[in-house]
């Protein structure tokens, strides 16, 4: 039996046609069954004869019902099926953050994001729908926006000493994507084998990983990957590193050290895949320029949009050696076509009329003062702790004599309201860095810096002098 509901948000139509055909799948009307009139089923369910046809229109188009001339409405023939039993499958939670507003946060790589130059790009946004040819909201090539491509070129010859042609350049969507598919043009089925620094982010690890390579731990130490631990048994696909400002542990990678990676690399015929996420925020001297720059042959380099101004800017890219171009281009365009070409052309233009390095400017002196603040903050609650890798970027690691940071001490912190990162937890090859933790400052105003690091104070100061 048929019924609607006149004070629901579905309308009549969509509720008697969702019914029959319902009932026809649940084989509540068997096949070749013969249906009401519509005017039959319009009387008793009290409805406009309009409704029943139109939904009757839709279930006959759509191959459910069958109308036979002089006879009536039936049932279709071939559409019964024995239906599977639906099986409970665990669905994991998405990374949605659950934290407590009252919760300081000392998540790295976060930045400010509440100074994006919101005005700035929205300006530039409405300029480029209107003044943008028509062929540009149309297909690009999967390589990204030209325009964006020698403007970013030109950029990163400038800044890092990155020494490439437009045409050398990959536009993705993110440095995650990148390094995804890097490690999928890169490593083949008998030769999935990547030298990786250690301790190094999770998400480098879980990237190479879902791609199918096996990793490699490096060791690394205060001044970054340390080159005298890389294998000679076997030739891996590439060597990641981070040298500008090692993730975890902030250090800056020597020109020297930089040298010999290069040798290796021509020693084992491979390549350096080169992260460079936050480079552009240095404090104390002269950045390093990039490795790239010393060996463009070798060197495959990464860089993202998303820490200098926002995660929510989807857009990062890769400098190719030109002979791997075409394999990076053809992957791309089977992986999502290409990155969105609007904010391209935003990001090309914010870029060209000098509002980046604008923007990097004012930035540095913003995680200077927050910088500042969180070592003179440590340095008077914990005068014996040792900073690490505070030179640069928007994190730094502090060593804390007699503390170790295991899963207990994480919680007990998270329930004074501060969370902090172990480095361990990065680590492939644990035990070496049980005393430290990451703590990144990008994201926190200085009286939320200085507030976090009261709490942990007070919070450490209990865990010690509670009974074993």
Same mark, same amino acid.
């Given at each position: 039996?048929?019924?609607?509901?006149?004070? %629901?948000?579905?309308?009549?139509?969509?509720?008697?046609?969702?019914?029959?055909?319902?009932?026809?799948?649940?084989?509540?009307?068997?096949?070749?069954?013969?249906?009401?009139?519509?005017?039959?089923?319009?009387?008793?369910?009290?409805?406009?004869? =309009?409704?029943?046809?139109?939904?009757?229109?839709?279930?006959?188009?759509?191959?459910?019902?069958?109308?036979?001339?002089?006879?009536?409405?039936?049932?279709?023939?071939?559409?019964?099926?024995?239906?599977? *039993?639906?099986?409970?499958?665990?669905?994991?939670?998405?990374?949605?953050?659950?934290?407590?507003?009252?919760?300081?946060?000392?998540?790295?790589?976060?930045?400010?994001?509440?100074?994006?130059?919101?005005?700035?790009?929205?300006?530039?946004?409405? /300029?480029?729908?209107?003044?943008?040819? /028509?062929?540009?909201?149309?297909?690009?090539?999967?390589?990204?926006?030209?325009?964006?491509?020698?403007?970013?070129?030109?950029? #990163?010859?400038?800044?890092?000493?990155?020494?490439?042609?437009?045409?050398?350049?990959?536009?993705?969507?993110?440095?995650?994507?990148? #390094?995804?598919?890097?490690?999928?043009?890169?490593?083949?089925?008998?030769?999935?084998?990547?030298?990786?620094?250690?301790?190094?982010?999770?998400?480098?690890?879980?990237?190479?990983?879902?791609?199918?390579?096996?990793?490699?731990?490096?060791?690394?130490?205060?001044?970054?990957?340390?080159?005298?631990?890389?294998?000679?048994?076997?030739?891996?696909?590439?060597?990641?590193?981070?040298?500008?400002?090692?993730?975890? #542990?902030?250090?800056?990678?020597?020109?020297?050290?930089?040298?010999? #990676?290069?040798?290796?690399?021509?020693?084992?015929?491979?390549?350096?895949?080169?992260?460079?996420?936050? %480079?552009?925020?240095?404090?104390?001297?002269?950045?390093?320029?990039?490795?790239?720059?010393? =060996?463009?042959?070798?060197?495959?380099?990464?860089?993202?949009?998303?820490?200098?101004?926002?995660?929510?800017?989807?857009?990062?890219?890769?400098?190719?050696?030109?002979?791997?171009?075409?394999?990076?281009?053809?992957?791309?365009?089977?992986?999502?076509?290409?990155?969105?070409?609007?904010?391209?052309?935003?990001?090309?233009?914010?870029?060209?009329?000098?509002?980046?390095?604008?923007?990097?400017?004012?930035?540095?002196?913003?995680?200077?003062?927050?910088?500042?603040?969180?070592?003179?903050?440590?340095?008077?609650?914990?005068?014996?702790?040792?900073?690490?890798?505070?030179?640069?970027?928007?994190?730094?690691?502090?060593?804390?004599?007699?503390?170790?940071?295991?899963?207990?001490?994480?919680?007990?912190?998270? /329930?004074?309201?501060?969370?902090?990162?172990?480095? *361990?937890?990065?680590?492939?090859?644990?035990?070496?860095?049980?005393?430290?933790?990451?703590?990144?400052?990008?994201?926190?105003?200085?009286?939320?810096?200085?507030?976090?690091?009261?709490?942990?104070?007070?919070?450490?100061?209990?865990?010690?002098?509670?009974? %074993?």
């Amino acid at each position: 039996m048929l019924t609607v509901k006149r004070e %629901s948000k579905v309308s009549l139509t969509q509720q008697v046609y969702e019914q029959i055909r319902s009932g026809i799948l649940k084989q509540k009307f068997t096949e070749g069954e013969k249906l009401p009139s519509t005017r039959e089923l319009a009387a008793s369910l009290g409805i406009s004869r =309009n409704v029943c046809l139109e939904a009757f229109d839709r279930l006959i188009t759509e191959g459910y019902l069958d109308v036979r001339p002089r006879s009536g409405t039936y049932v279709a023939k071939g559409i019964t099926f024995q239906r599977e *039993e639906e099986r409970s499958h665990p669905v994991f939670p998405a990374r949605v953050s659950n934290l407590s507003k009252d919760v300081i946060d000392f998540r790295a790589a976060n930045p400010a994001m509440d100074h994006f130059p919101r005005k700035i790009w929205g300006r530039l946004l409405k /300029e480029v729908c209107i003044d943008t040819p /028509e062929e540009a909201f149309a297909y690009s090539g999967s390589e990204g926006v030209r325009k964006l491509r020698e403007v970013l070129s030109q950029y #990163l010859l400038k800044i890092r000493g990155v020494h490439c042609h437009a045409d050398q350049i990959i536009i993705t969507a993110g440095a995650t994507q990148a #390094l995804y598919m890097i490690s999928r043009v890169l490593t083949h089925h008998n030769d999935r084998f990547i030298a990786v620094e250690d301790p190094v982010t999770d998400e480098m690890r879980r990237i190479f990983s879902i791609a199918g390579a096996k990793v490699h731990p490096v060791p690394a130490d205060e001044e970054g990957i340390i080159p005298e631990s890389l294998p000679l048994h076997i030739k891996p696909s590439f060597l990641f590193t981070i040298p500008s400002h090692q993730f975890p #542990l902030g250090g800056t990678l020597s020109i020297q050290r930089r040298v010999k #990676l290069i040798e290796y690399s021509r020693k084992m015929d491979t390549y350096i895949v080169e992260d460079d996420y936050d %480079s552009e925020f240095t404090y104390e001297g002269v950045p390093v320029h990039s490795i790239q720059g010393l =060996n463009p042959e070798r060197v495959l380099y990464v860089g993202t949009f998303s820490k200098i101004l926002s995660p929510a800017l989807r857009i990062g890219y890769v400098v190719l050696p030109p002979y791997l171009v075409n394999r990076f281009r053809e992957l791309k365009w089977y992986t999502d076509r290409h990155t969105s070409s609007l904010e391209q052309h935003v990001l090309a233009r914010f870029i060209e009329e000098g509002f980046l390095d604008r923007h990097v400017r004012r930035m540095k002196k913003i995680y200077q003062k927050r910088r500042e603040a969180l070592t003179a903050s440590l340095r008077e609650h914990f005068p014996s702790a040792k900073i690490l890798g505070q030179s640069s970027g928007m994190h730094l690691v502090v060593e804390f004599p007699g503390v170790v940071f295991c899963e207990k001490v994480k919680e007990l912190l998270h /329930e004074a309201g501060v969370l902090v990162y172990p480095v *361990e937890d990065y680590a492939l090859n644990k035990g070496a860095h049980q005393q430290k933790v990451v703590l990144g400052y990008g994201s926190l105003t200085e009286k939320k810096i200085k507030e976090g690091v009261n709490r942990l104070s007070e919070a450490l100061q209990r865990i010690k002098e509670a009974p %074993s």
